[in-house]
């Protein structure tokens, strides 16, 4: 069993910047890849990043250049850089994880709102 707790939204104007973080525990050795996926009121969740054990990274096309995912070399805590925040980048922000068996692990998520 994994467990995330993610941290660090806030309300930010248009521009700015935050860094959420996300804390592992539990069985952080079955973890085979972590990422953020975001909610937006009345949408769907979608995936924002993802980074493997290996390093490898991928993002959404609305977030490339502007956002960072990145994780510490044990796998307990993957953070993402949200620069240049428009306000189309409100959401509830979660922290996600996949094990090699293939089961899914979410935190509770952290809201993010971008004022104009």
């Known amino acids: 069993q994994v467990y995330l707790v993610e941290s660090g939204g806030a309300l930010v104007q248009a521009g700015g910047s935050l860094r959420l973080s996300c804390a592992a525990s539990?069985?952080?050795?079955?973890?085979?890849?972590m990422g953020w996926y975001r909610q937006a009121p009345g949408k769907q969740r979608e995936l924002v990043a993802g980074i493997t054990r290996g390093g490898s990274t991928n993002y959404a096309d609305s977030v490339k250049g502007r956002f960072t995912i990145s994780s510490d070399s044990a796998g307990n805590w993957v953070y993402l850089q949200l620069n240049s925040l428009k306000p189309e980048d409100t959401a509830v922000y979660y922290c996600?994880?996949?094990?090699?068996?293939?089961?899914?692990?979410w935190g509770q998520g952290t809201q993010v709102t971008v004022s104009s």
């Open positions: 539990g069985t952080i050795f079955s973890i085979k890849t």
């Open positions: 996600s994880a996949d094990d090699w068996s293939g089961t899914d692990y």
